[in-house]
């Protein structure tokens, strides 16, 4: 489950809404692990003298790791594992300072933002020893970017140069910290197949150990298309063992409610019959496709917005008055998960299934 927007704010608590995604089958969250909010300063020298006291010294760089500790911990006491998706390029190395899209000037910097968090996260990483009542879960999966073939998240196109470089340096560096530690590539859209074989070329095949895809569409049969489609590029390229994640799709209940359209927006009910047959499909073909995770996006939205259909991509939608509502796409989901992990129903962590 990608976990971000509304969940993430002050007045969402995370205990509580781990334990609804636990009880609805969800095993692993998705979440952004924004470098420029972690290291907005290259040096304690920039810091304002008010604030150092906020942050932890990593190689001389301040970094501020309140926000993911308190993901981690509240995930980790619900025995859900955690994939971070790592961006967003502080101002001091980002290309250009002002846009949250570009890419970082100097690769280097990035790969020791993913070692610190490698150092602070992993398997003997400073977070456990720091808080021994936590439940040890350590991360070992990081994806690096996303959609890094949009603009949106990658301003200078062609991406797939400076995004190889990037993937080679974070690569090195978490192997370094964690040499069991799994890199992800960046999830991709659209036309993804396209994108993995620009990669392929430009060399990327041993800096990555699991592909990551974002099928949006509107027929959920198309999602068996673009698997066989990607697994095509994969097997060209010799690269067939290597597991498939998708780490972003779902079917936003926008129809009729936005400006601008996808094409793949549906009303709430269409919302739940997708969710459930996207889980009932998979799960049947999952092995043939090599799917080892599917992150649906997103637990909870706004649901408000007259522009973006993703504003209504929520299992659940924040209400009249802030109140947090369940949409019937969070009850077809939570059918079919709990069937698939072959459950009734699920205590209040995630390995807990009750038969």
Known sequence: MNADGPLLSANQGLKSSFGAMVKAGVESIRSAFY????????????????????????GGVPTDFSTTDRLVG???????????????????DAVHPSD???????PVAYGRYVAALAARYGPNGTFWTDNPSVPKVPIRDWQIWNEPDATKYWSDQPFVDG????????????????????????????RSWVSLARLYAAGAG????????????????????????????MAQHNDSSKPIYITETS?????????????????????????????????SVYSRYHVERLYWYTWLSLDSSTESPFDYAGLLKVGSGGKVVQKPALKSFKRAA????????KRLVATSCIP
């Open 100 to 106: 949250f899209g570009s890419p970082p000037r100097d």
């Open 251 to 283: 079917w936003p209940s926008a129809k009729g409610k936005t400006s601008f359209r996808y094409g793949f927006e549906v009303t709430e009910a269409g919302q739940a019959k997708k969710a459930r047959q996207l889980l009932n499909t998979l799960a």
């Open 338 to 345: 709990l069937r698939i992990e072959g459950c009734k129903a």
């Open 74 to 92: 509240a995930a980790a006491r619900r025995q859900l594992s955690i994939l971070p998706v790592v961006l967003y390029a502080p101002q001091w």
């Open 35 to 58: 470098w420029g909010q972690m290291q907005p300063y290259a040096s304690f020298a920039d810091v304002p003298t008010g604030q150092r006291s906020l942050f932890t010294d990593v």
């Open 206 to 233: 041993p800096y990555f150990d699991v592909v990551g895809i974002h099928p949006f569409t509107l027929p959920v049969s198309n999602v068996l298309r673009i698997l066989t489609t990607d697994r095509k590029v």
């Open 163 to 190: 995004y190889v470089a990037l993937l080679k340096v974070a690569h090195s560096a978490l192997k370094a910290v964690d040499p069991g530690a799994q890199v992800v590539l960046a999830g991709f859209p659209s």
